[in-house]
């Protein structure tokens, strides 16, 4: 009978054992998820400034565009005024009145045109059915085409 006394003990110290196993592990994996989780948001935090870096000096850059673009222009218009300033091309012929000047009204460039936009669209003719028909017959384009 003594030898079930150390049977039950060595069951019972396997079984706190594999508990304590099992219980080590769940603890280790969950702090891996912890450490894989706070990496994770690193990264994501490094990405939010790469791009807000990226945006900024893209911005800077453009900036930068817009006023070389605007002194080359400015440049150009004003050698046109002095350089081509002679009797005989102070009208129209001048070729400095041929820059459109860079605060001018958004009337003077062309632009997309809107869907309700009622000056662009009286321009717009509807397509024309010029198929060779008798007067008789209707068009393709007619909602009635095919239907019998």
Not at 21 to 42: I, K, M, P, S
Not at 88 to 116: C, D, K, V, W, Y
Not at 119 to 124: G, M
Request: with cysteine.
């Amino acid at each position: 009978m003594v030898w079930l006394a150390y049977v039950a003990v060595f069951a019972l110290g396997f079984g706190l054992g594999y508990a304590f196993l099992f219980y080590r592990n769940n603890d280790n994996r969950v702090r891996e998820l912890e450490n894989h989780l706070t990496a994770l948001q690193g990264k994501y935090e490094s990405y939010q400034q790469a791009v807000t870096g990226h945006f900024a000096q893209s911005a800077q850059l453009v900036n930068n565009l817009t006023n070389a673009y605007r002194d080359v222009h400015e440049h150009l218009e004003r050698g046109a005024r002095d350089l081509c300033a002679d009797n005989q091309r102070h009208t129209g012929a001048n070729p400095a009145n041929a820059f459109i000047a860079l605060s001018a009204p958004q009337e003077n460039f062309p632009h997309p045109a809107m869907l309700n936009d009622d000056k662009f669209l009286a321009s717009v003719m509807p397509p024309r059915d010029y198929a060779t028909k008798s007067p008789e017959d209707k068009g393709t384009l007619d909602e009635e085409f095919g239907l019998k």
